[in-house]
């Protein structure tokens, strides 16, 4: 008898007597969903909201089948440092103390969706790691905050997630119950100017919003009612409030009351505005995961590009099935190296199919994919910029 087996037989041994002890010995009635409760610290359980219930059982409709993983840009990039879509699935099974300890792989996920599509099961990957980080956020905000640091504070200086807001010399006029709203992260880092120009040539009149935030990128790492800008757009009583970035148009889509139109920018934009000024100049247009897939404006980019004279050649992954410039869901703030890779990826191919310039229609992906480019020599602009 070797050693493994004499142990196994102490064990055996061990357990018949101990169990035989315990059955003569008269036994405490407990109840044990209460002695449940008491292995969790109470501040960590808390319950799904009515709607939030079936996202969060939707992971029970995956199968494990690994289809989603070659469609997942951020996973590739992370060198190993996320797992991908069929790892939040499997996160998601677990009991809400432990999605704390998979946050890291929580905010490395964009948020994109591009992995649904893939999905023959439909599983919501995207919807999950967001319920999951907002439930984190819940529980303990402090966490939450204490991997976004600079965010918090310029929210706290400046009423602006991105810092200081530019000083503008110029606004839009008008008070017709519209509102031209930039988003914080144009008003901080982008080109304001830019949009109260565009408003006016186009004849919106539209009242420009400024010192305000939607909340959009807050939510999306987690960050649960901190939207700052929400009551201020109430506060005009508009009709109709104006877009240019597409995570404020996707999240004011759905927090505004429906009496409210939302409309992104390209929409306001009339074709025959573009001048055949490009010469045929060959361009790669990059859709927005907020804008595209999951605000389904695919068309009228594309129209606006081929009217501006470029001869327009799409990625090999484009329109509902295009691949992420590794900025959402809060990945630039979190891992901006990651994010950078993505990018780079994404610029790669561009490259490789002979063309100098990357159209898109989103400030985060400009600055994500422009920053990649800049060694390839390929430029990145937005459609907007050609009508100022």
């Known amino acids: ?39 969790f610290r109470s501040d960590w359980i808390t319950s ?86 907002k439930w984190i956020f819940r529980v303990d905000p402090a966490m939450t905050w204490s991997l976004f640091p600079e965010a918090r504070k310029n929210l706290d200086q400046f009423g602006n997630p991105f810092g200081k807001e530019q000083e503008l010399s110029a606004r839009p006029s008008g008070k017709n119950g519209r509102v031209l709203f930039p988003g914080c992260r144009e008003m901080a880092l982008g080109e304001p100017g830019k949009w109260v120009k565009l408003a006016d040539k186009f004849g919106m009149e539209a009242e420009l919003l400024s010192g305000a935030c939607c909340g959009g990128f807050f939510e999306e790492i987690g960050a649960e009612g901190v939207n700052p800008g929400l009551e201020k757009i109430l506060a005009r009583n508009p009709q109709e409030v104006i877009t240019v970035c597409p995570h404020c148009y996707y999240r004011l889509s759905k927090k505004l009351p429906p009496t409210v139109k939302v409309r992104f920018l390209l929409e306001l934009i009339p074709e025959k505005a573009a001048a055949k000024a490009n010469g045929g100049k060959r361009v790669m247009f990059h859709d927005p995961c907020f804008l595209g897939r999951k605000m389904g404006m695919l068309a009228q980019p594309r129209n606006l590009i081929q009217q501006l004279g470029f001869e327009l050649m799409e990625f ?62 390929i430029e990145v602009k937005r459609i907007s910029d050609f009508f100022v």
């Not at 809400?96 to 300890?101: A, H, I, N, T």
Request: aromatic share 8%.
């Open 1 to 39: 008898m070797d050693g493994k087996q004499l142990k196994a037989l102490s064990v055996l041994g061990y357990n018949f007597w101990l169990h035989l002890f315990r059955s003569v010995l008269p036994r405490k009635k407990e109840n044990q969903a209460e002695k449940f409760k008491g292995y």
């Open 48 to 133: 799904f909201r009515p709607e939030e219930i079936p996202q969060v059982y939707n992971f029970e409709n995956c199968t494990v089948c690994g289809l989603c993983q070659p469609a997942c840009l951020p996973m590739i990039a992370s060198q190993g440092r996320f797992l991908g879509p069929e790892h939040l699935a499997a996160c998601a099974g677990r009991s809400q103390p432990e999605y704390v300890s998979d946050l890291d792989d929580f905010l490395r996920c964009t948020l994109c969706g591009r992995c649904e599509p893939a999905c023959p099961d439909e599983v919501k990957i995207s919807e999950l790691a967001l319920l999951m980080r």
């Open 316 to 377: 090999k992954e484009s329109k509902d099935l295009s691949e992420c410039c590794g900025g959402g869901g809060g990945l630039f703030w979190h891992d901006p190296e990651m994010a950078s890779r993505v990018s780079a990826l994404r610029v790669a191919e561009a490259q490789k199919a002979g063309v100098s310039l990357i159209l898109t229609e989103c400030g985060l992906c400009r600055e994500l994919m422009q920053k990649a480019g800049s060694g390839a020599k």
